[in-house]
């Protein structure tokens, strides 16, 4: 009696690491303002705190905070080539944060405030918002277990990705599925000004369709750009 046919395994759970990594690339999905805050605002801040905690430690916290906002000059100091180091980083590295997320805040409000032309309203009016995806539980890309947890086709497109160009490496197949989305998130300047659970409904479609195309060549794109 012939046994029935059994669907193949799916991919094994995402470990912390693939989440955390993931979680990661999902920045892509952000608009450029809170992009930029969050990847490149966040490490001046940091390095500036850093270097504002060892001035403490070294000069003093209150000849630190006095060569920071140019009260004490650094030559006053017991440590005169490092009071210069943040006395240069209070004057050159806090003004250039604060003015350039003022200036990606202001322009965005601009961009989203600015009037429309006659065509450009009926053509907004023409076509509806995409609606918002059901796996809108935050700032993430779904992965491979995700979609085959999905069924059909989207279970349908992680067998061929896997087992395809990825010979099974589950592993491998899941790395390259999110690092396709979050380069299509960075490269489609559409899914500029779309908030993130839609820009990443767009870029999911969009990779699915054209790695399910690339698989059923053996071929995967992040495979093939080394991502």
């Not at 979680?23 to 490149?40: C, K, S, Y």
């Not at 430690?57 to 943040?86: C, D, F, I, K």
């Not at 990606?104 to 409000?109: D, I, M, P, T």
Request: net charge neutral.
């Amino acid at each position: 009696m012939a046994t029935p046919s059994q669907d193949p395994p799916g991919p094994p759970d995402d470990s912390r690491r693939e989440r955390w990594r993931d979680g990661i690339r999902a920045l892509a999905l952000l608009n450029r303002a809170p992009h930029w805050l969050v990847t490149r605002a966040s490490w001046w801040l940091t390095g500036f705190v850093a270097l504002y905690v060892v001035g403490g430690a070294v000069l003093g916290w209150r000849a630190a905070s006095e060569v920071l906002v140019g009260l004490t000059a650094p030559g006053q100091t017991r440590n005169v080539v490092y009071a210069y180091v943040l006395c240069l980083a209070g004057w050159l590295v806090v003004p250039a944060v604060i003015g350039g997320a003022a200036g990606y805040l202001l322009s965005q409000q601009i961009d989203a405030r600015r009037r429309l032309t006659e065509a450009e309203l009926l053509d907004d009016m023409s076509h509806p918002a995409a609606p918002v995806p059901a796996f809108s539980g935050g700032l993430r890309i779904r992965s491979l277990v995700d979609l085959h947890a999905e069924g059909g086709d989207a279970r349908q497109f992680v067998e061929e990705y896997v087992n395809g160009p990825h010979s099974g490496d589950h592993e491998l197949a899941k790395g390259h599925w999110t690092a396709t989305v979050k380069h299509i998130a960075n490269e489609l300047g559409r899914l500029e000004g779309l908030a993130p659970e839609q820009a990443a409904m767009t870029a999911e479609q969009l990779a699915r369709t054209f790695a399910f195309n690339e698989a059923r060549l053996g071929k995967c794109f992040a495979c093939d750009r080394g991502l």
